[in-house]
């Protein structure tokens, strides 16, 4: 199982190099393989192993996980040079290279392009992003690397993917769906909003509603699971999977769409029916799968808890 070093591991590291450890030896303490060490300590290309600075070169590497981008050294001198010298905005240079403009402000805010807002024609006033924080509070959150054999083998049960599924672009009702890794058993419950408080709320209901046999949630960066130190406080795990990579949630992906034959994105989660959400579910779990060998997935969830549940 693969090992994602923490500020606090390269705390050590920066400690035990200070008083003479070898890389062999360090690895043995931070419970590493060698060739682990010897990478990290290339991050600081001085010589000098720093801990903070390497950190921030995690991070920012970290970053560049997942969705590649379609912006090249030629374009990024092709839209600086049309920003600096001709003066054109955002817009019409999108309308030129066929793409959203919206990418061009994307690459802006990242930093890519080595220009500044204020450099743009209008300032770039006329397109604010709105941040809402995604990423910005899984700092000494768990990634998916460190999620347990036993719940990427489907050993067990207990080891859920959790999703929220939206009506389109409007605020309201949401529903947060988890999948149990193992047996794929759905469970759907209405959320008031796509917020924190109420999705940890929900997820500690739903491990009292189960005897406490959640062991882990995999979720995504959305910024409903905020609250995943006070969800760990409480025992279980909480795994962040990797920016635009689903397919480490790919159980919960493809439900979700089962689900959206049912209720189309421009549909308002208010205007579905308890009675619609438990038809739903049965329509979901109770469909033998091939995958669980013919079971149906209350058959497989039930049946490794029946003791639990008796």
């Known amino acids: 199982m693969s090992h994602i070093l923490t500020l606090s591991d390269r705390t050590v590291i920066q400690t035990l190099l200070k008083v003479g450890y070898s890389q062999k030896q360090i690895a043995e303490e931070v419970g590493v393989v060698p060739s682990t060490i010897n990478y990290e300590l290339k991050r600081c290309p001085k010589g000098y192993y720093d801990a903070d600075q390497a950190q921030e070169n995690c991070e920012k590497k970290l970053t560049h996980r997942g969705r590649k981008t379609l912006l090249t050294e030629n374009l990024r001198e092709f839209v600086r040079g049309i920003i600096l010298e001709q003066r054109w905005s955002f817009e019409v240079i999108a309308h030129i290279l066929q793409m959203p403009f919206k990418t061009l402000y ?62 389109g672009k409007t605020r309201g009702e949401v529903l947060a769906t988890f999948t149990d890794r193992k047996s794929r058993l759905m469970i759907i419950r209405r959320l008031p909003g796509r917020d924190s408080k109420a999705m940890t709320k929900a997820i500690l209901e739903l491990n009292e509603e189960l005897r406490g046999l959640i062991k882990s949630i995999t ?17 279980i795990a909480h795994y962040f999977a990797h920016p635009y990579a689903p397919h480490e949630r790919g159980t919960n992906e493809r439900l979700n769409r089962e689900i959206r034959l049912h209720i189309p994105k421009n549909q ?35 049946g490794d808890l029946s003791e639990k549940f008796d």
């Open 219 to 235: 979720s995504d960066h959305g910024k409903e699971f905020a609250g995943f130190k006070e969800i760990e406080a409480c025992g």
């Open 106 to 167: 994307n690459w802006l805010d990242k930093g890519w392009l080595d220009i500044k807002r204020e450099v743009l024609p209008d300032h770039g006033v006329r397109y604010r992003k709105s941040h809402d924080g995604r990423g910005q509070y899984t700092r000494g959150a768990k990634f998916i690397n460190q999620r347990p054999d036993e719940a990427n083998l489907r050993q067990e049960i207990g080891h859920f993917e959790v999703d929220t599924i939206l009506s």
């Open 268 to 302: 308002p989660i208010e205007s579905v029916t308890d009675e619609e959400l438990t038809m739903i579910s049965k329509y979901l779990n109770w469909r033998p799968r091939k995958c669980l060998g013919w079971k149906t997935p209350l058959q497989v969830f039930f």
